[in-house]
């Protein structure tokens, strides 16, 4: 299991290819980091909108990470590993 950690610029072309792709090598949680509030407003509906096969996905600008989340990703994504 991995976490994807990638900009907004990045992150919809990696989601095509991810939903083209029956490998099944999908990420366990894919953070969105966004420059600004705008790039936040327009990629949280486009999160909202994939499908359940690439995994949940969050947004967030890149200096209001919540600390909770990122906590909360590495337990429930590696618990059985660590």
Avoid at 19 to 37: E, Y
Wanted: proline share 10%; aromatic share 8%; hydrophobic share 35%.
């Amino acid at each position: 299991p991995y976490i994807l950690i990638t900009d907004w610029r990045e992150a919809q072309p990696f989601m095509r290819s991810l939903r083209n792709s029956s490998n099944g090598h999908q990420p366990s949680f894919t953070l969105v980091l966004c420059s600004n509030q705008r790039q936040v407003r327009r990629s949280t509906p486009w999160a909202r909108s994939l499908p359940l096969q690439v995994g949940p996905v969050e947004t967030c600008t890149q200096d209001e990470i919540p600390p909770s989340l990122l906590n909360g990703i590495l337990r429930k994504c590696f618990s059985g590993i660590l």
